[in-house]
């Protein structure tokens, strides 16, 4: 018993200096403990890119932004749709102040990236080609039309304006003109030539429609300058456009649901998107006739450019993970996805028929043409002091203050 007892007070001891030895000395730093794997997984903050887009792509970029996020957890991407027109203002004003934007077409940006350039002494975006913007998708400026309006106005274009239709022209003169389809040589019964697009001063389709216009006024050149919407017949043309008794909808989307609800007597013809115009097809029409999508003999294309945009509030990180959302955006996955939601891809390598399944281009591809890039020489958009001119010359005659 005398032996344990020994041999207990024994360890006890060695356990006593074991401790002491083991602790800091009074009045040292104690060393830092280990990092375990634990620690060294703690979540660091998400990189976020803020994203200012027009809303005729939502359902492609909420579909990609899910499918990027998912595969790269470190990064948020926040969406905010934005009719294109009025997100010019918006960053103008800071109001905004996106990592991304991508309007509508290039037209948009053109007038932007000028107005920023003189209002601030420095540029929108980066020169370095790298940042560049880029096309995004593609997708034509047509009318969805009731068929018999269609083939009305068709030969009508064909038998008086021969090879140089001036269809845009013509539409909005015959929207304030008292003789109706009868002047267009249609049945005297379809009364007024109801014709609508979006507010101009909103969306950017809508500003295309009286550029087109103005470019059938002056006599079809490519382009034209500032310094020629001063001339007479423009002016007396916007001012029609502003007489007409339709009221301008705020989106595309609201325009053809307006159309299809409420059929060839309220609308006949409407601007729009192909990739809308297709969607419209798919929907039974039990109470009208058939919607049909009418080609213009003037090729514009919608390329939904986007662009890393160089803001004070824009960190260097931002701007790099956004050059990265976009090149995600511009991947051979997205764009052939961008198929399903009738868009054509920017990658010209894809065929519009290469994804058979849920596209819209397969199951509509009668009186559509997948050569049209190639048949027709599309529309360059104008530079910024002819979108800027426009814009005010069309408010003039609107009566709208900026």
């Known amino acids: 018993m005398k032996q344990l007892l020994i041999a207990l007070a024994l360890l006890a001891g060695a356990i006593a200096l074991w401790l002491r030895a083991s602790s800091p000395v009074s009045g040292a730093p104690a060393s830092a403990p280990p990092v375990t794997a634990v620690q060294s997984q703690l979540p660091v903050d998400p990189v976020v890119i803020s994203m200012l887009y027009s809303p005729a792509k939502q359902a492609w970029i909420e579909w990609a932004r899910d499918q990027y996020v998912r595969d790269n957890p470190g990064v948020q991407v926040k969406l905010t749709a934005m009719a294109s027109v009025l997100s010019i203002d918006a960053i103008l004003l800071g ?41 995004l998708l593609r997708t034509a400026v047509v009318l969805l039309a009731w068929e018999s309006r269609a083939k009305v106005l068709d030969a009508y274009l064909r038998k008086h304006d021969g090879d140089q239709p001036r269809l845009w022209k013509r539409l909005i003169e015959a929207t304030v003109s008292r003789e109706g389809w009868k002047g267009l040589d249609g049945p005297a019964e379809w009364g007024a030539v109801k014709f609508a697009y979006t507010d101009p001063f909103q969306t950017g389709i809508g500003l295309w429609t009286l550029y087109l216009a103005c470019l059938d006024e002056l006599h079809g050149p490519p382009r034209f300058t500032a310094d020629e919407l001063d001339d007479p017949g423009v002016i007396e043309l916007l001012r029609s456009a502003a007489a007409s008794p339709l009221t301008p909808l705020a989106t595309e989307h ?18 729009t998107y192909e990739t809308l115009a297709l969607k419209a097809l798919e929907t039974p029409k039990e109470r009208w006739e058939r919607l049909v999508i009418y080609y213009p003999p003037r090729l514009v294309w919608s390329d939904h450019p986007a662009v890393v ?29 961008a198929l399903r939601y009738g868009f054509r891809p920017a990658d010209e390598a894809i065929s519009l028929f290469s994804q058979p399944a849920d596209n819209p281009f397969v199951a509509h591809s009668r009186g559509m043409s997948e050569r049209l890039e190639r048949e027709k020489t599309a529309i360059v958009p104008p530079e910024g002091p002819v979108v800027a001119k426009l814009l005010q010359t069309a408010r003039n005659a609107y009566g709208r203050l900026e």
Do not use: C
């Open 309 to 337: 945009l160089e803001l004070p509030e824009n960190s260097e990180q931002q701007e790099q993970a956004g050059l990265r959302w976009i090149r995600y955006l511009k991947s051979h996955a997205a764009q052939l996805a």
């Open 95 to 135: 109001n905004e102040k996106p990592v991304v934007w991508s309007p509508e077409s290039m037209l948009e940006l053109s007038d932007v990236a000028e107005r920023w350039q003189k209002q601030t002494g420095h540029a929108l975006y980066s020169s370095d080609p790298e940042y560049a913007p880029e096309s």
């Open 254 to 271: 609201d325009l053809i649901q307006r159309m299809e609800q409420f059929g060839p007597g309220r609308y006949d013809l409407a601007v």
